[in-house]
């Protein structure tokens, strides 16, 4: 009789599967990361070690405690802004997935007077704020990437406790989600949402209409209850790449 899987093995499964697919759609590349919080304790989250999301397999997570520290030192390499997702964790209790992207459209968001606001219905979350983190407010000549807790703990009190996005100036941005479905889908449609505004303020500047605040609360609640349906369309596409590029690896080469 087959095992029954466990929260764990599920929460661990998933996120395998939501850095294949952000890397797949795009929104992440050989760059960018994406944790969950410990099924088996809320003081901990899980995330991969140092590498290429499209790489991630199960053996490549590693927990880490909220201060991200790994909790078992097994000598692997880091990411080395983890401190973006323990810092957020500590902040915001009832978030349970974080994703950190270079997306390529929301970029140019962060580092002009532009705000990226909601234009499209399934990104209605922007609604709910989406700052700009500065660190030249907290540190000169930086690299512009968060790498240590002091700075962490600065870019989870500018997202404050309502912003699902925070874009950091030169950088990229943080999408937070109670569910690592919901974090993925909001990941996605950040960026597809800056792509569409951008083409809109195009066609005019002053004339585009973006959705209100009601329209983006009542229009949440439906996309967080749907977000389950891209969700296995894409997990089944790259559980589909796995199972191909396994069976190449098991075939002999010349």
Not at 62 to 77: A, C, E, F, I
Not at 146 to 153: H, R, V
Not at 191 to 201: D, K, S, T
């Amino acid at each position: 009789m087959p095992q029954q899987e466990t929260p764990f093995d599920s929460a661990v499964s998933d996120l395998v599967v939501a850095n294949r697919i952000l890397a797949a759609e795009g929104v992440l590349d050989g760059f960018g990361h994406v944790s969950i919080r410990d099924p088996r304790d809320p003081g901990c989250y899980l995330m991969s070690r140092s590498l290429a999301p499209a790489l991630v397999t199960t053996t490549d997570i590693v927990q880490h405690d909220l201060d991200s520290k790994p909790t078992q030192d097994k000598g692997l390499g880091l990411y080395y802004e983890r401190w973006i997702h323990g810092e957020i964790y500590k902040a915001r209790p009832q978030v349970n997935a974080i994703v950190h992207s270079h997306s390529p459209t929301v970029v140019p968001f962060a580092s002009t007077k532009a705000p990226l606001r909601p234009i499209l219905h399934n990104a209605s979350f922007l609604g709910f704020g989406a700052p700009v983190f500065e660190i030249r407010n907290f540190i000169p000549n930086s690299d512009l990437m968060i790498s240590t807790a002091a700075l962490g703990k600065a870019l989870a009190e500018a997202m404050g406790p309502t912003a699902d996005v925070i874009l950091l100036r030169g950088h990229g941005n943080v999408v937070v989600g109670p569910t690592i479905q919901i974090a993925v889908f909001r990941a996605y449609y950040t960026e597809i949402n800056a792509r569409q505004q951008l083409n809109a303020m195009i066609l005019g500047p002053n004339d585009v209409v973006y959705m209100n605040a009601g329209e983006c609360e009542t229009t949440d609640k439906v996309m967080q209850s749907v977000a389950g349906r891209p969700w296995d369309l894409w997990k089944r596409r790259v559980q589909r790449e796995m199972r191909r590029a396994a069976a190449d690896d098991r075939l002999p080469h010349p």
